[in-house]
């Protein structure tokens, strides 16, 4: 029986963050987060931290908006409120160390989950 292609990108997982002894929630879309998009995220973060040109604010969004491909949800707040996960919200909002203790664990639980595929089978 076929499989829509849409069903399975709305599986999430979540994982626990921690930054600065405080632990938050993040759900992540799996099917999103792939090694090759992880990569390209983590080579386009490197790309807009070296550089110094006038690319500085699309590299920024296209680095938000892959983010928020990958991010469906998480616990955190401002102000009490929600904090949206927009790609704004990332490139202006989201402090660097939180951004790559998110990116950190999301990574290791991919991993993980896919090694526990290569068990299963």
């Known amino acids: 029986m076929p499989v829509e292609l849409s069903d399975l990108l709305g599986n999430e997982r979540w994982v626990e963050v921690e930054v600065n002894g ?3 929630h993040v759900a992540y879309r799996p099917a999103a987060t792939s090694l090759r998009r992880q990569a ?12 110094d040109d006038g690319d ?5 969004n296209e680095v938000g908006a892959i983010f928020c491909e990958m991010i469906s ?5 401002s102000g009490g409120q929600p904090l949206l996960i927009t790609p704004d919200v990332v490139t202006s ?3 660097g ?3 790559s203790a998110i990116m950190q664990a999301v990574g290791e639980d991919a991993q ?10």
């Open 112 to 121: 993980s989950a896919q090694e526990e595929k290569k068990q299963q089978n």
């Open 56 to 60: 500085e604010v699309e590299q920024t």
């Open 22 to 24: 405080v632990a938050f």
């Open 93 to 95: 909002a989201l402090p």
């Open 97 to 99: 160390a939180i951004f």
């Open 40 to 51: 390209e995220l983590q080579k386009r973060r490197r790309q807009l931290q070296a550089q």
């Open 73 to 77: 949800n998480w616990d955190l707040t």
